[in-house]
């Protein structure tokens, strides 16, 4: 009897044990993801990211396309070739201006790293150039310099907002800037359930801090956490009121089936919203009686934002300034003849920036080049993208390439892999001293993810809308090792053996 009562007891505990949960790829890069995907659905070119952290969004938004728009979007006079036309298998980004704001210049120095333009000797070829701007303030201060961008991006940040701050979120972002698309992002509280068993009701977190219910939070910081009903509830009401459409999806499925089968009823573990601007008559002049009414209200006492920094990143001095096909083609040959090869893929011919730069940044310039000469064949195959098409040297077979002599012509280099240097870099403006602002090596904080943390704006506790560290009387979601944070919803760096990540349940 005594066996089998320890047996029970033994049977109680396991069954309301916290649930092991993992997400592939980490929480905040499928968040991340979801933001791009759609910004280059988009093709989208003027972004804020209210809530930048430390800029890693940014950081993304300041790599520069691989080459330019196809000829004929950029100059309407260009008609357009059937090589132009090729479906691409990837979208590349062509950002013109970025903008983060955030309130703690602590973590506003790593942003403004993060957007810094390339060094001199780092090899790399911008074919736009790229104004970014990192600004220190809250997010219901007006700040007309967001007032023409495209999308506002705000991820992981509205559950962080004071009482008196949340009716701003939505007044300031979609009813005074009014942009084409507002992209917003916030942990699900229906998905906590994915972390317990049926029916239990204890778990480890932070009770409401508002008292407003009994629920239990991800993190002491957060006002709040909606359900998938709330958060849709919220949206349409704001969408409405402010004359948008809005798309209400989920991002996060764990790897593991849920043992009950509730991943379908629960979704995934942070909700994500795309609002997208009506333009009609009577929703312009909803935005613009509202937008008047906000900026009436506000509170005379409010400190403007403050510019920490201004990023010029230049284009390249031939970008759009392309050579004749003549010119290109033989700088083609001369590639493939140095690096001994008699198919070459169109993608590796780019990286050669004696012959990217003399089609002036424009992929569609070296095909043409190709296809009209005499000495190469171009094959598609089954490729997916032009990157993927190959380029043949006519009447040359692999075996042939290594017997050739090295090929010079005149003075020009024929080696590929010479060392370039273009004038692709940039200037930097970077104010009241923030220029001092460096990683500390002990604590680890140069490796820092803005969303790696909790779901937050990433501070000492009381000091933003987020917070960096576990008050000392909470209860970490499992006893596993994290990097600097106990927030399994964030971009938390815990790895399991197999090297997935970890979340932790409540």
């Known amino acids: 009897m005594e066996d089998d009562a320890i047996l029970e007891e033994d049977h109680e505990q396991e069954s309301s044990a916290p649930l092991e949960v993992r997400f592939f790829p980490p929480l905040y890069q499928q968040r991340r993801i979801w933001v791009l995907d759609i910004l280059r659905r988009e093709n989208v070119t003027r972004v804020v990211d209210v809530g930048c952290g430390e800029g890693e969004l940014l950081r993304a938004l300041s790599q520069p396309a691989f080459y330019l728009r196809p000829e004929y979007e950029t100059n309407s006079t260009t008609p357009v070739s059937p090589a132009s036309a090729y479906p691409e298998e990837f979208t590349n980004l062509h950002c013109t201006d970025i903008a983060g704001l955030d309130v703690l210049e602590p973590d506003l120095g790593f942003a403004v790293e993060a957007t810094a333009p390339p060094k001199e000797d780092e090899d ?80 480890n977190g932070f009770p409401d801090p508002t008292g407003r219910t009994d629920r239990v939070f991800r993190h002491s910081d957060h006002k709040f956490e909606w359900t998938v009903e709330e958060f849709k509830e919220w949206c349409t009401t704001v969408a409405e009121q402010w004359g948008y459409d809005v798309i209400t999806e989920t991002t996060g499925r764990a790897v593991q089936d849920d043992p009950w089968g509730r991943d379908a009823e629960l979704g995934g573990a942070s909700q994500n919203a795309e609002f997208r601007r009506r333009d009609d008559q009577e929703s312009v002049q909803k935005r613009a009686q509202g937008r008047q009414a906000v900026l009436d209200n506000r509170e005379e006492s409010q400190q403007e934002h403050e510019l920490l920094a201004t990023h010029q990143h230049t284009a390249h001095p031939l970008a759009q300034k392309p050579a004749g096909v003549a010119e290109i083609a033989d700088a083609v040959w001369k590639s493939m003849i140095a690096s001994r090869e008699a198919f070459a893929p169109i993608e590796q011919l780019w990286f050669d920036k004696n012959v990217s730069t003399l089609c002036g940044g424009w992929l569609e310039r070296l095909i043409q080049a190709v296809e009209q000469d005499e000495r190469f064949e171009l094959f598609k195959g089954e490729a997916k993208s032009r990157c993927g098409w190959r380029v043949g040297l006519v009447g040359v077979v692999e075996q042939d390439m290594d017997s050739w002599e090295p090929v010079s012509v005149g003075d020009v280099s024929v080696d590929p892999f010479e060392s370039w240097s273009g004038d692709s870099g940039g200037s930097s403006t970077v104010l009241e001293g923030d220029s001092d602002v460096e990683r500390d090596e002990e604590s680890g904080r140069e490796l820092y993810d803005e969303e790696d943390a909790a779901d937050q704006w990433p501070g000492e506790e009381g000091e933003g809308w987020g917070s960096n560290d576990w008050p000392e009387d909470a209860k970490p979601w499992a006893n596993i090792k994290g990097t600097e944070d106990g927030d399994w919803g964030k971009e938390v760096d815990w790895k399991d053996e197999d090297g997935s990540d970890v979340a932790v349940p409540p």
């Open 124 to 203: 790399v070829v911008r074919w736009e150039p790229l104004e970014a701007k990192i600004w220190k303030g809250g997010l219901e201060v007006f700040n007309p310099a967001f007032m023409d961008f495209e999308c506002i991006v705000s991820t992981e940040v509205i559950e962080h907002l004071p009482e008196d701050v949340l009716p701003k979120f939505a007044d300031m972002l979609l009813g005074v800037y009014h942009p084409r698309l507002f992209l917003v992002t916030t942990p699900s509280y229906t998905f906590n359930a994915r972390f317990t068993p049926p029916g239990v009701t204890e778990r």
